[in-house]
């Protein structure tokens, strides 16, 4: 680490395109130490997520990069040539990795952010994986090698949740960090004629949709009160799930449609708005490494005081 009081520290975001990764890095930047504090933070990150970014303070500077979009290799490539050259150049003190995967050798402090809990499910592996063509599934193993040989390489290793944690060293050994649960406000109650249930979430086939959607008919069978989700999680969005079709059919059936409205995916804002309109929140997914769409519902200042029925998920908050 360097002598220096104050350090130049690189934030290494460039596959932060959508979900949780954008939550995640837009909050961030809105928490770092202040100008006043003599640090310096430069951030690589996809154009699109770097245009979304406003009202940022003087020392935070964007490094817009498309590589997050790119293919495998050359992201492997870019992550551990490319960016040790940027770090060299800079003369920057500290890399933060914040998406899973790291350097290698890295010539300065590293501290890897792991929050993608899908490469150590056992759940997704037996249901979904074994569905998927061998590329797929060579794909899959590639990457939890990278992400296990990064956590090796960096100097901290950081998850977001203890279950994360877990999961992550039964493949790999490493120490863990973590920090305490931050107070915060409950937002106030609104009431809605008809019980709005929410779920916020990008579709992927472990998201498991289907399940919810199965779910309203019986709902609304069951009593005068009715019931309507409203979700991101558009199965015709994500068309390389192996569940989408299945997905696609049921949300179209006769005694779904009425009930489900397909929104997004939003912005932060429309996203909060969202919120406010919510009775209960919903997260039937099958694997989570964090769950932000719990943390914004609760970090909303003016949402209802939204129940919260999710899957028994590998997910501690």
């Keep these: 680490m360097s002598g220096r009081s104050t350090m130049k520290i690189v934030i290494n975001a460039a596959s932060a ?18 100008p006043e ?56 003190d500290v890399l933060f990795s914040s998406a899973n995967f790291g350097m290698f050798f890295c010539p300065i402090r590293q501290v890897l952010l792991i929050q993608n809990l899908l490469y150590f499910s ?30 090796q390489a960096a100097d901290v290793v950081m998850t977001p949740s203890e279950a994360m944690l877990e999961a992550l060293r039964e493949y790999t050994h490493l120490p863990g960090l973590d920090g305490p649960p931050e107070k915060r406000e409950r937002p106030r109650s609104c009431e809605e004629p008809t019980v709005v249930l929410l779920f916020p979430s990008l579709y992927a086939e472990h998201k498991n949709l289907g399940t919810l959607l199965k779910a309203l008919p019986l709902l609304n069978g069951s009593g005068r009160r009715k019931f309507l989700l409203r979700t991101t999680a558009a199965p015709n ?21 009425p009930r489900v409205e397909f929104i997004g995916p939003l912005g932060r804002e429309q996203t909060l708005e969202t919120y406010r309109h919510a009775d209960i929140l919903v997260f039937p997914s099958l694997v989570e490494s964090f769950g932000y769409p719990m943390v914004e519902a609760m970090a909303a200042e003016s949402a209802p005081r939204q129940p919260c029925i999710s899957a028994r998920l590998a997910l501690r908050i």
Excluded at 22 to 32: D, M
Excluded at 38 to 50: K, Q
Excluded at 65 to 91: D, H, N
Excluded at 122 to 151: E, G, V
């Design 122 to 151: 056992d759940i997704y592996q037996q249901m979904f994986l074994p569905r998927h063509r061998l590329r797929k599934k060579i794909n899959f193993r590639l990457r939890r090698w990278l992400l296990c040989r990064s956590a």
């Design 17 to 34: 395109k959508m979900g949780g990764a954008v939550t995640y890095l837009t909050n961030l930047l809105r928490h770092v130490p202040p």
């Design 237 to 257: 969005w994500m068309n390389w799930a192996v569940t989408f079709k299945d997905d696609l059919a049921l949300a179209q059936s006769p005694d779904v449609a």
């Design 37 to 92: 504090s003599g640090h310096e933070f430069l951030v690589l990150l996809p154009p699109g997520t770097a245009e979304a970014q406003k009202n940022l303070a003087p020392n935070i500077k964007l490094f817009p990069s498309p590589v997050g979009s790119a293919g495998l290799w050359k992201r492997i490539w870019w992550s551990q040539v490319t960016l040790r050259s940027f770090l060299k150049r800079q003369r920057a």
